[in-house]
């Protein structure tokens, strides 16, 4: 089946009574469920690599006209690659610049950071990010449809309430009470706390409340290997909301290391996104990442070490500058598949 060397969307991960699906193809279902326009069309966009997109293109051709029938839908699939771009030159262990025999450089590809790029182009007013290994097959989709729709829900009802403050505070004459209740909303809904008197501001609660939005559904900690939600407080006095990676964590601090080990909640990379403004501009998403938030991996090629520079993680470093809510989801709609074992787990059964 040449399993090892194909991409985890096109490998058979469900077995129906008439049929067998891949991770790709489970999406088109779960798309069409949750995410059906007016219209009835469905959009789905994938990031995958340029190498495998005769894989995906031949799923494509096969089953989507039987899905559109089925679901008296039209989908638009979409697909993006990393961009060359973000690829980031390697060093070896004495930070020398890596070669090839012939003398060239080696490049390595940005890590996920490098997709806000492939993000910033999509124009679409909610988007939906998730993982493509992490489905379920048709008997357990109804809750993660439900909290699919809820996450959205709760991103539509704090982006209208952002949008109204923001109306609010660009006309002249605003008076202490609706500017305490604006203050109020921002520490106490956005979990965004500044220090010093500039928390009143009306050029600092415009600039605050006029940025990308996200919803990030979390699941409680089971053990699960990877990020989670905490507060993160930065060099400019402020505090707010972040997921953290494990890899961000100082190892050597026993304070962060206690933190980290009793952190209660999981970051299952189920986010809901709004990437425009108050008056339907796109955000430039570009300019709300914290550079400083990169990575240094230690990797190999040839039998020789090298270090390869990672951009800033997309759901951590990559938003660091967005307004983030934070969402309690069940664990059932987390189901990721790092390696086939998980597909024996009674969840993809």
């Known amino acids: 089946m040449d399993y090892g060397q194909k991409p985890k969307g096109v490998l058979t991960f469900h077995k129906y009574e008439k049929e067998f699906r891949t991770g790709f193809e489970e999406h088109l279902y779960e798309g069409?469920?949750?995410?059906?326009?007016?219209?009835?069309?469905?959009?789905?966009?994938?990031?995958?690599?340029?190498?495998?997109?005769d894989l995906f293109n031949a799923i494509m051709e096969s089953k989507v006209q039987q899905l559109e029938n089925k679901f008296k839908v039209k989908f638009d699939i979409s697909f993006s690659y990393q961009k060359p771009s973000t690829d980031m030159v390697a060093v070896d262990l004495n930070n020398d610049l890596f070669r090839e025999p012939d003398g060239s450089l080696v490049f390595r590809p940005?890590?996920?950071?490098?997709?806000?790029?492939?993000?910033?182009?999509?124009?679409?007013?909610?988007?939906?990010?998730?993982?493509?290994?992490?489905?379920?097959?048709?008997?357990?989709?109804?809750?993660?449809?439900?909290?699919?729709?809820?996450?959205?829900?709760?991103?539509?009802?704090?982006?209208?309430?952002?949008?109204?403050?923001?109306?609010?505070?660009?006309k002249e004459g605003n008076n202490d009470e609706i500017l305490f209740e604006i203050e109020h909303f921002i520490r106490e809904e956005l979990c965004y706390q500044i220090e010093g008197d500039n928390k009143k501001d009306k050029?600092?609660?415009?600039?605050?409340?006029?940025r990308?939005?996200?919803?990030?559904?979390?699941?409680?900690?089971?053990?699960?290997?990877?990020?989670?939600?905490?507060?993160?407080?930065?060099?400019?006095?402020?505090?707010?909301?972040?997921?953290?990676?494990?890899?961000?964590?100082?190892?050597n601090n026993h304070e962060q290391i206690s933190i980290l080990k009793s952190s209660t909640h999981f970051n299952p990379v189920d986010l809901v996104c709004a990437t425009k403004d108050y008056k339907g501009?796109?955000?430039?998403?570009?300019?709300?990442?914290?550079?400083?938030?990169?990575?240094?991996?230690?990797?190999?090629?040839?039998?020789?070490?090298?270090?390869?520079?990672?951009l800033p993680g997309l759901w951590n470093g990559a938003m660091a500058n967005w307004n983030t809510i934070f969402v309690e989801v069940p664990i059932i709609t987390?189901?990721?598949?790092?390696?086939?074992?998980?597909?024996?787990?009674?969840?993809?059964?």
Not at 124 to 136: S, T
Not at 223 to 248: A, M, N, R, Y
């Open 32 to 53: 069409a469920f949750h995410s059906k326009t007016i219209e009835n069309k469905v959009n789905i966009h994938f990031t995958i690599s340029p190498e495998h997109s």
């Open 110 to 170: 940005g890590g996920h950071g490098a997709l806000i790029e492939n993000l910033n182009d999509l124009d679409a007013d909610i988007i939906f990010i998730k993982n493509i290994d992490n489905v379920v097959p048709d008997r357990l989709k109804d809750v993660t449809i439900e909290y699919k729709k809820a996450l959205a829900g709760v991103l539509l009802s704090f982006q209208q309430m952002i949008f109204d403050y923001i109306e609010v505070l660009t």
């Open 281 to 310: 501009n796109k955000f430039n998403l570009l300019n709300y990442r914290d550079s400083n938030t990169g990575f240094i991996s230690k990797k190999s090629k040839d039998g020789r070490d090298l270090k390869a520079q990672e």
């Open 212 to 251: 990308p939005l996200r919803v990030c559904g979390m699941v409680k900690n089971e053990g699960e290997p990877g990020g989670g939600p905490f507060w993160v407080k930065h060099q400019e006095d402020t505090t707010d909301l972040q997921i953290v990676e494990s890899s961000q964590i100082d190892t």
């Open 203 to 210: 050029d600092t609660m415009l600039e605050i409340l006029n």
């Open 334 to 349: 987390f189901n990721p598949v790092k390696t086939v074992n998980d597909l024996l787990r009674e969840e993809h059964q």
